[in-house]
Structures are given as C-alpha cells and as structure tokens.
C-alpha cells in the first residue's frame, strides 16, 4: 500500500558509531519518515482526512438543522459513536499491509537486507503511519469542531477536545493492532480477512459477549471493568463520555457509574499502542521471507 516501487527509494540506514542507542532512533526515524512520505505521495493522508472531515461535517450540519438551538453534547455523542464503527476500520485498513504487503511487493527483502533490524522496520513504518492517522484525525475532527463551535457558542470545549484525544489514541490503537496482525499473516488477502474480523469482534462482538454475561450473571465492578479495558473501544467510550449523562451505549453504558479514572483509562489506551507494536516488532523476527 505505502512501500516503494524501486530500489533506489529504500531507507538507507546504517550503524554508527555514536552508540547503540542514537543508531536505532535514527533507523526508525528514517523508516517513519520514508513511511510518512509514500502516505501522503498515495493520497492515504488526504483520503482519511477528507473522511473524517465529511461525516464530521455531515453529524453538524443534521444537529444545527434540528428544531431550538444545536444540543452540543448530543452532536459530540454522535460524532463519538460514529468514530466507534469509523476510526477502528480506517485504521485496521491502513495498518494490515505494513508487513505483509511489503513482503508480496519484495520490499521487505531489500530493506532487511541492510544492516538494521527488522523490530526497528516495523516500529519505524507504525510511526510513520501514526503521524498520518494522527494528522488526518486532527484535521478531520478538527474541522467538525470548527463547525460545531461556529453554531453552538455554548459547546463544551473540554467535552470536544476529550473526544478529539480519544479519538487519536482509538486509532492508534487499532493501527497497532493492524500492523501486528500483518506481521503473523502469511498473506494480503488473509491480512485483511484477519482485519476485519478483528473489527467485527471489538466493534460488536466483544460488548455482545459482554453484556450477555452481565444480563446472565452478577458480576462483580471489578470484572466489569476487566471487560472494559479489555476493549479499546469500550475505553474510548467510557473516556470521552464520563462527563455526560449517556455513555454511547454498549458495554460502557453498564459502568458509567464505575470507578475507573481516566488515568487508569489513558494507560489501558496506551498499552494497547505499545502492546501490539512490540508483540509485531518480535512476530517479525521469525518471518521467513
């Protein structure tokens, strides 16, 4: 999706003697900015943003057309329901192919024939994509924001800008997961069946399960929140709408009244940043190419 198309455009990378250390942050800086770069030459940059933009836009303009003046938090709900279902898709399609699609395309037989490891080429083309997605989110988002505040004075900043960091640190998240289902699939086709399904899970499957097990049983706060956290998707709800009476419906509407801080929820969206990543970063150690 985003490697190169010739030899000549692979990151050249070597050892230096300034230390071990300095060596493996310039290689990754090099693979991310190379990373960077192909997504914003193939359009990936402005295709997400363009997305964002629109369904932003679109969730606005039916709240300012609404009878009374523009309800705010109904529209920021709205619009973080809608990242629910969009963010983990967008990010799981543009993370599934960063191993194995460079592999089809024979890249990846260049670039680890350098002297570099390969933990530090997947680590390098997650960040360069993680500034893309990041770029575009904030732009997407921030555009729907710009709008909202135009129409509704009395919009909650704090609420929106909550909602905005949740939404980067869910996509993130499943870019993270994208790229390590990529580097444990063999092939694009099964990368991307793999993605989805992963989508399918997390986005329905996981709160389905959950709530079933809540309606059949009582459980104890403690194992509600496990649930939670064990969903980058229920965090991400529960993060952004504690502060509102509705917490978007799922799993997450269960615990609104539950204990977990938003400390502990920053953690829980981060670890399923650097989980993923580091569990690809070792997958790739042992790929046969």
Known sequence: MTEPTDVAEAPEVTESTDGQDSSALRQIATVAGMEFRLSVRNRWAVALAA???????????FGASSVGPVRADAVIVSMASLATYLLPLAALVFGFDAVVGAEER???????????????????????????????????????GILLFSVASSANTVLYATFL???????????????????VVGEKTHALGAALLVWVWFVFGHDLLALGLVAGSK???????????????????????????????????????STLSMPLLAVAATVWVVVPVAAAARAVRHRSL
């Open 51 to 61: 997305l964002f933009t629109l369904f932003a836009s679109l969730i606005v303009g």
């Open 219 to 257: 459980l104890p706060q403690s194992a509600l929140s496990v649930m939670v956290l064990s969903n980058p998707v229920s965090v991400f709800r529960v993060f952004v709408l504690s502060g509102i009476d509705s917490t978007g419906g799922g799993l997450a509407t269960v615990v609104g009244e």
């Open 165 to 183: 960091l949740g939404s980067v640190a869910l996509g993130l998240g499943f870019l993270a997961v994208g790229v390590f289902v990529s580097s």
């Open 106 to 144: 024979g890249w990846l037989d260049i670039v680890f024939a350098l002297p570099v490891s390969r933990a530090r080429v997947v680590v390098g083309s997650y960040l360069g994509r993680a500034v893309t997605l990041v770029a575009a989110t904030s732009i997407g988002f921030g555009i729907g």
